[in-house]
């Protein structure tokens, strides 16, 4: 049986996705872990390289501590985390990839950093509500065992 390693910089990195406009990236883990469905089927659905959600898959797997926590940790937060909305867009910017911040108006180059660093209170405050999901949910799980 493997440990959860750090499940709450697992809220924070799928916080940090949301956050900084990514949400489809939320979506994807969700139909990977909790669905089953194929890298190869979400990369036509979503656009999204089937070898870019293997690596967000395996971030989350090394965070959380296997499979099944990553399924689990995901079905309590979905729902939290699609409900946030994104404080970072893109913006046009003659060609260049740009990003505009509406919580301090600035524009970035990496906006899930941006969020990670500027913007740590709100980013604290969306992981512990998803987090308090994730453990009453991990509580009714264990009720349910018994």
């Known amino acids: 049986m493997h440990v959860l390693t750090d499940p709450r910089g697992a809220v924070r990195y799928l916080v940090c996705k949301t956050l900084g406009g990514r949400s489809e990236v939320v979506e994807v883990l969700f139909r990977y872990f909790v669905l089953n469905e194929s890298p190869g089927d979400l990369e036509h659905r979503y656009g999204v390289g089937r070898f870019k959600i293997r690596g967000y898959a395996q971030r989350l797997v090394e965070k959380?501590?296997?499979?099944?926590?990553?399924?689990?940790?995901?079905?309590?937060?979905?729902?939290?985390?699609?409900?946030?909305?994104?404080?970072?867009?893109?913006?046009?910017n003659g060609g260049s990839v740009v990003y505009y911040c509406s919580a301090c108006g600035k524009l970035v180059a990496k906006p899930?950093?941006?969020?990670?660093?500027?913007?740590?209170?709100?980013?604290?405050?969306?992981?512990?509500?998803?987090?308090?999901?994730?453990?009453?949910?991990?509580?009714?799980?264990?009720?349910?065992?018994?």
């Open 64 to 92: 959380v501590g296997s499979h099944r926590a990553a399924a689990r940790l995901l079905l309590a937060c979905y729902g939290e985390l699609l409900s946030v909305k994104p404080v970072v867009h893109p913006a046009n």
């Open 112 to 146: 899930e950093e941006h969020v990670r660093k500027s913007h740590r209170g709100t980013v604290e405050v969306v992981v512990e509500r998803c987090w308090r999901r994730f453990v009453g949910e991990v509580r009714r799980w264990g009720a349910e065992r018994r």
